[in-house]
């Protein structure tokens, strides 16, 4: 299992968080119900926003970057951008929950 962790140069603040928390909340269930997907949060930083999603592994990540709803979501994405992303891809290790 694989978590993508993505800094989004959003400011939370200013007319593009907005808009970006509406565009995640009308993409949010798609991205989730990709295949391979295990989930996908947004955080909110003082000055960034993240995604945090989990994937049974990079190939379905892959997969998803290559559909339809990323290919509909990112440039939306990117427009509300002021710089530019940071993304982490990690294998995860450990996991505990209660």
């Known amino acids: 299992m694989i978590t993508r962790i993505v800094q989004l140069p959003i400011d939370p603040q200013r007319k593009e968080g907005e808009a970006f928390i509406a565009l995640f909340d009308k993409y949010k269930a798609q991205i989730a119900g990709a295949e391979g997907c295990l989930g996908v949060k947004m955080l909110r930083g003082d000055e960034h926003f993240f995604t ?47």
Do not use: I, M
Request: with cysteine; net charge negative.
């Open 52 to 98: 945090y999603s989990h994937w049974e592994s990079e190939a379905y990540l892959n997969a998803y970057r290559h559909s339809t709803v990323f290919k509909e979501v990112w440039p939306q994405t990117k427009a509300l951008f002021s710089g530019k992303p940071k993304a982490w891809t990690c294998e995860e290790l450990f996991d505990q929950q209660p």
